[in-house]
T-cell receptor, first 108, second 118 residues
Framework: EIVLTQSPGTLSLSPGERATLSCRAS???????LAWYQQKPGQAPRLLIY???NRATGIPERFSGSGSGTDFTLTISRLEPEDFAVYYC?????????FGQGTKVEIK | EVQLVESGGGLVQPGGSLRLSCAAS????????MHWVRQVPGKGLVWVSR??????????ADAVKGRFIISRDNAKNTLHLQMSSLRAEDTAIYYC???FGAGQFDSWGQGTLVTVSS
């Protein structure tokens, strides 16, 4: 099983600042089959990034993903008020599918 | 518009059973693999089970293997999760999710809450 470890657990930032979220895998994620999801309170997760660096349909350009192998990053270039949420990474290279424990981006 | 709507959650006693459903619309349901993911309120996402587009292939998380059964009715555009021998630790919001492309979950339902308690 591929274990995903996200850091930091909580990120306290102000609107307009840059957010950098990390996701580290316990073994290499084949073909960069890594996704990022955003979840707001009371809502289902929403796909942001797939294939490590591809934005899903309708996702603003301020969201970008990078990385390969075991180290992946989600960057939000300039935080908007609606971006404060919990973010999860997920790998779909192996079975079982696994998620990171989440990073909460909160307003400072 | 793609829509996934879960139903069937509720309060059940330990050892009991429950059947969740996920009604799909806005896309050709029979062409997509589907998953169930659960989340204890306030906690992280945990993958539960997956079924192939024709229903011939299924896999489960170790925590539910032998107790849960995933199935689908492509004629009725519906995904199911039959849960039995329920335990307190199965208490969670259960989401159905559609697989797109290589395996990312591009659409999710709103979730249905299952509470296992006496």
């Amino acid at each position: 099983e591929i274990v995903l470890t996200q850091s930091p657990g909580t990120l306290s930032l102000s609107p307009g600042e840059r957010a950098t979220l990390s996701c580290r895998a316990s073994q290499s994620v084949t073909s960069s089959y890594l996704a990022w999801y955003q979840q707001k309170p009371g809502q289902a997760p929403r796909l942001l990034i797939y294939g490590a660096s591809n934005r899903a349909t309708g996702i603003p350009e301020r969201f970008s993903g990078s990385g390969s192998g075991t180290d992946f990053t989600l960057t939000i270039s300039r935080l908007e008020p609606e971006d404060f949420a919990v973010y999860y990474c997920q790998q779909y290279a192996g079975s079982p599918r696994t998620f990171g424990q989440g990073t909460k981006v909160e307003i400072k | 518009e793609v829509q996934l709507v879960e139903s069937g959650g509720g309060l059940v006693q330990p050892g009991g059973s429950l059947r969740l459903s996920c009604a799909a619309s806005g896309f050709t349901f029979s062409g997509y693999w589907m998953h169930w993911v659960r989340q204890v309120p306030g906690k992280g996402l945990v993958w539960v089970s997956r079924i192939s587009s024709d229903g011939s292939s299924t896999i489960y998380a170790d925590a539910v293997k032998g107790r849960f059964i995933i199935s689908r009715d492509n004629a009725k555009n519906t995904l199911h999760l039959q849960m039995s021998s329920l335990r307190a630790e199965d208490t969670a919001i259960y989401y159905c999710a559609r697989v797109f492309g290589a395996g990312q979950f591009d659409s999710w339902g709103q979730g249905t809450l299952v509470t296992v308690s006496s």
